[in-house]
C-alpha cells in the first residue's frame, strides 16, 4: 500500500528558503505510470497546485510560484523534494505530497497527511 | 488559467437528504480533466471522483459526478453523518492544475 510522508522545518523565516522532502513507500519514484507532486493549503483555505515531476527530472509548475520553485526527485532514496526560495507570510501553509496518474483520466492519489509550514521570524 | 467556481459555499442538509455540488468553469474543461476530493475535518484530502464520472476505489455509490463543459456536479444521494467535508472540484488544463475553493457540506 502506497504512502507519502512529508518532512521538514515546521519554522522557517522571511525570505529564506522553504525545503521539504516527500518519502515514498509502497512504490517507486521511478514508476513510469506515474509523476509526483506538491498541493498547498493556507490556513483554512482552499487547496493550491504547486508543481509535479518526473523520475526523469521533467517538472511542471504553477505560473504563479515558477520563479522561486523548484522539484527535484532522488531515485536512490526514493524521494522527492521542494524547494521554494524567499518565502513571505503567504506561504504559511499545509503542504501535501501527492502521486499523479497522468494517463487517461489524470487525478491525485493518494496524498500525504501534510505538514504545516509557517513562515515567521 | 481555468478559474473553478464553487457553489454554493456551504451546504447543510439533514441525514438522507440529496446533496448537490456545483463547479462551474471559466472556460471549457475536458471531462477526462475533472476530479472532485474530498477532505473532513483535520484530514488530507482524498480523491472522490475523476473523470468527471467515475468514482475512486472505496467510494461509495451514493456519490456520482456529471457534467460537461463548464458545467460538472458532485451528488450526494443519501447523505450520511461521515459525508460532513468540504468538497474540491480540480481540472487540468496546458499542464496546469486549478482547484475550486470549495464547498462545505454540514450535517445537520
Known sequence: ?121 | EIVLTQSPGTLSLSPGERATLSCRASQSVTRAYLAWYQQRPGQAPRLLMYGTSKRATGIPDRFSGGGFGTDFTLTISRLEPEDSAVYYCQQFHRSVWTFGLGTKVEIK
Open chain 1, 1 to 121: 500500500q502506497i504512502q507519502l510522508q512529508e518532512s521538514g522545518p515546521g519554522l522557517v523565516k522571511p525570505w529564506e528558503t522553504l525545503s521539504l522532502t516527500c518519502s515514498v513507500s509502497g512504490d517507486s519514484v521511478t514508476n513510469t505510470d506515474y509523476y509526483w507532486g506538491l498541493i498547498r493549503q493556507p490556513p483554512g483555505k482552499g487547496l493550491e497546485w504547486i508543481g509535479s515531476v518526473y523520475y526523469s527530472g521533467t517538472t511542471y509548475y504553477s505560473p504563479s510560484l515558477e520563479s522561486r520553485v523548484t522539484i527535484s526527485v532522488d531515485t536512490s532514496k526514493n524521494q522527492f523534494s521542494l524547494n521554494l526560495k524567499s518565502v513571505t507570510a503567504a506561504d504559511t501553509a499545509i503542504y501535501y505530497c501527492a502521486r499523479l496518474k497522468p494517463q487517461g483520466d489524470p487525478r491525485w492519489d493518494p496524498w500525504g497527511q501534510g505538514i504545516l509550514v509557517t513562515v515567521s521570524s
